[in-house]
């Protein structure tokens, strides 16, 4: 499903280049639960901004799902994540004016994938997915930070997308919506998403079936994964 080929990020400052990627070829299969772990400034967030299109590469290729994202315009690469990924955020992202129905209504009505006549029943059915039914009217403040991340997960799967990215989802969250947002994420990949999670080496998921450390720009480590990850 994803596959990088000697992709490399360097940032230009006047005369100094100062290179975050160095290289990176690496393959997803569909279905996978993949952790990409390392230490504040190793290259990780790149990484993932690279993949969801946030960022460019200074060379290099990034194919997913056989479309070739770098060579995809601003328009182009709008349209194709809408359509392709989901992505769940650290600190949620949802609209605080809107409700939490109208939250993950909103990328529905903005790809136009979904039929308008299937959306609200959809959006109903993955708030149940996450637990949290008879929310609907509810605004994003006034629910719990492991509240407002079920949410965003639900909105994250408003399109029907294959492709799940999480940016350090349990990073504000306790212990206990910390895992609890893990089973939501298990359940996922046992549904058949693909599951990449950026995430710091200290936190404990399960379900993740691989495993890779980045050091300095570079895969150090990349291993698969039996059971949970301690």
């Given amino acids: 499903m994803i596959d990088f080929k000697n992709v490399s990020k360097i940032y230009r400052t006047g005369t100094n280049d100062y290179p975050v990627l160095r290289s990176i070829s690496l393959y997803v299969e569909k279905g996978e639960y993949v952790l990409i772990t390392g230490k504040s400034g190793s290259g990780k967030s790149t990484l993932l901004n690279i993949l969801t299109g946030v960022d460019g590469a200074s060379s290099g290729d990034v194919l997913v799902n056989g479309t070739n994202i770098l060579r995809l315009?601003?328009?182009?690469?709008?349209?194709?994540?809408?359509?392709?990924?989901?992505?769940?955020?650290q600190f949620f992202q949802l609209i605080p004016t809107l409700s939490v129905l109208e939250n993950i209504l909103l990328p529905m009505d903005l790809m136009d994938k979904i039929p308008k006549q299937h959306r609200e029943k959809k959006a109903q059915d993955l708030l149940a997915m996450v637990g949290l039914s008879g929310h609907e009217e509810k605004m994003p403040p006034t629910l719990s930070g492991g509240?407002?991340?079920?949410?965003?997960?639900?909105?994250?799967?408003?399109?029907d997308v294959d492709l799940i990215i999480a940016d350090e989802p349990t990073g504000n969250l306790d212990s206990k919506n910390a895992d609890m947002v893990f089973d939501i994420l298990d359940n996922l990949k046992k549904a058949g998403k693909t599951i990449v999670m950026v995430t710091h080496?200290?936190?404990?998921?399960?379900?993740?079936?691989?495993?890779?450390?980045?050091?300095?720009?570079?895969i150090q480590e990349d291993y698969k994964l039996n059971g949970d990850v301690k």
């Fill in 73 to 89: 315009n601003e328009s182009q690469m709008t349209k194709w994540r809408g359509e392709n990924i989901g992505i769940i955020f």
């Fill in 201 to 218: 080496e200290r936190d404990v998921t399960k379900g993740a079936t691989r495993k890779i450390v980045i050091k300095d720009g570079e």
């Fill in 147 to 159: 509240e407002q991340q079920r949410v965003a997960i639900a909105r994250s799967l408003a399109n």
